[in-house]
């Protein structure tokens, strides 16, 4: 129905109300009949669907496999292990998921709002889900509009729209009948769920809740729609295919062999398997997954709460990032930067008047919070006022208290003026605010040196150029004026004005955001800032923060196609005007470029983008609900800064994920050569190098903690001075594996062969050469530069320390009985000791000359 093209009369006999509003029984009635007025999810959190999807790896499923063939090959020891570390790896995903879920839960109950309506004509304050169509609505300024509402009577009303239209400035609202054509936006006699009174007050008749409503619609839209998949999954996923299809092929080829040679089958496939759980880095999955679950941590100090896991890791390859102006790049709060009074701008000496005008005509309050501190209620330029008059001494309660209010004309769209008249030591004073060419077109006098002089049109002509200088710099202007009058009228209030000057305001840039915007370019990642306000607001605050480019607006936008736009986006810093629609198109257009693109956004105008990108990252304190749950981070302040924070951060999870990947693949590869080589040299199945328990036990003892320390490695400096990886995981580091993967071949090669005569001790000598000098390569593997360049990890000498410990444990204790080892003298340990080191400087100098580049 078009509540909007109905007049009063007609929206309550269609909702079967009254101006006393509904009884009980008829809101009970309805309540059983509508719900209760809440945005269902479609999609609810479903704890075992979410710890299933944590088995969706590639790598995992690997892993699942080796686990099964262990255990029917009768190493159930393997397969448990196998299994456990397949656990942990989902219950961390898992329990991210989930806490993240309960934070958003918590957010939403700190939002739990209050409704004031009219019920058998008594004014009840009650829980805004029990609302229902029918209620009558008590409007104040600060009230969140809690259900989608035809306006009955409209006293000022201003509405914040940015949640559902994404345009920051305030819609002046109507109670008159509008024609059935006019579009959504621009109903100015609706109130839709999920907007905030910004000034005035009023009523309203409640005409759909829950889901009925706008917000509620596009709410169910968005769930319908899958998210994208995350490109560090994607290449985790390509890179655990890689490693699958290498094993099938090597293991393949040693089966071959054996049979070839004679082996009983049964015989070559225990030794494939072997090779297998060797090769295929178990620890892998829950290394990553306990590396990004400290960032995580990390990054909630930061404020910024990851959603899922992967999450943290890709926000670090950003290579664009969308930003909103409002709020996020700038405070949300209009300040006062430049008066022109006196016949001059920004004069050092300032009349009071201009600013005695911005207080007492305004409707913006004062109240106090629960700690007794003072705060404003009202519209954001009214707010600016107040505390611009509070810089210059002039306290807005005294005032009025001083000069009490005797009429007020609010402001009307076909006016645009504002007049409040009061009483002055026993006089009348109109004071005046409004569009500048309204309140100098209503001006015959100006206050020039404390003087009341006449002004012809050549005058008004230079005031408004001065009005229109200081738009062009994006400024918000008002325009003040004021007169004495004796009778009390719209007419006498706002005419024959005498002008004092004007005020211009704008949302100012947070402090941080600068040099935030210059580390992003350093770093090489692109700011796009996409704004619902002006493109002259939009310039002045690029220009401000220092975000160089072309802008363009909505209109410009929609005349150029999507070639065009992918043709030249690059040269595009400033997208102003533009709808969630143009958002969508933008950041297609991106993705199509591959980028990986970061998208921040707070109103549920922004979800199907939040969705479409790579990263979506929604507001936590303006944030709706339907943002929140599109998104795969929440920014808790609100803040530009805290993202450039996090892409620090995320750097640094792909910089450690890279380390402990050519740590873990450097040794397991080295193990599977190490037995190919002997397969095919002495052809004897029983002369292998390592038994499968003892190839499990070298991946426990170093796949584990010192692998895991790596991930915790501080940021390495300059991480902001390089541009995003866009590539594969391997790239950069595919030399250092294998050429560490050839040292530790050869060095386990060397102990097989000197110690051949005694197979228990020679397995016992190339398991503990092995982890020796995984224990080296570890420090190796910490930076590309050299290691005494490198920042200190003790978590990392601690892991070291406890994986040989434990070894020792295992070769000196009756566990021994269990892996067949024997015990080693001190001349072995030397040996061992001595080889590894030597490995560690070989790495060294191989870094020096050709890995210098971070």
Known sequence: MDWHALSKEEVIAETHSNLNGLTQEQARARLKQFGLNKLRKTRHFNALKVFFSQFKSFLIIILIFAAILSYFMESVVDSIVIFAIILLNSSLGFFQEYKAEKAILSLKKMMVSEARIFRNGKLLRINSKEVVPGDILILRTGDKIIADARILESSGLKINESALTGESVAQAKISKVLTSSVPLADRKNMLYQGTEIVSGNGKAIIIRTGMRTELGKISELVQEVKAEKNPFKEKLDSFAKKIGIFILILCGLVVGILLLEGAEIFQSFLVAVSLAVSAIPEGLPAVISLGLAFATRRMVRKNILIRKLPASETLGRATIICVDKTGTITEEEMKVTSIYTNKRLNPKKRKKMLFKIGILCNKARIEKDESGKDYIIGDPTEKALIISAKENLLDKKELTEKELKVKEFPFSSERKLMSVIRKSEGKLISYVKGAPEKVISRCDFELFNGR?????????????????????????????????????????????????????????????????????KQAGIKVLMMTGDSKLTADAVAKEIGLTGMSIDAIQLHKISDKQLFDNIDKISVFARISPEDKLRIVNILKHKKEVVAMTGDGVNDALALKRADIGIAMGKRGTDVARDSSDIVLIDDNFASIVEGIKEGRRVYDNVKKFIKFLLSANFSEVFLVLLVILLWRNPELLPFLPLQILWINLVTDSLPALALSVEPIEKGIMQRKPSKHGILKGILGFILIAGLIAFLIDFLFFYLSMGNIVKARTMVVTASIVFEMFLVFNCKSNKSIFESSLNKYLFYAVLASIGLHIAALYTPLSNLFSFVSLGLYDWLWIAGIGFAGFVIMEIFKAIFMRDP
């Open 452 to 520: 009341v002089v006449r002004i012809n049109e050549n005058r008004k002509q230079e005031l408004i150029k001065v009005y229109e200088g200081m738009a062009k710099q994006g400024l918000r202007v008002l325009g003040f004026a004021c007169k004495w009058v004796k009778n009390i009228s719209l007419e006498n209030a706002e005419n024959k004005l005498v002008f004092v000057g004007l005020q211009g305001m704008i949302d100012p840039p947070r402090p941080e955001v600068k040099d935030a915007i210059q580390t992003c």
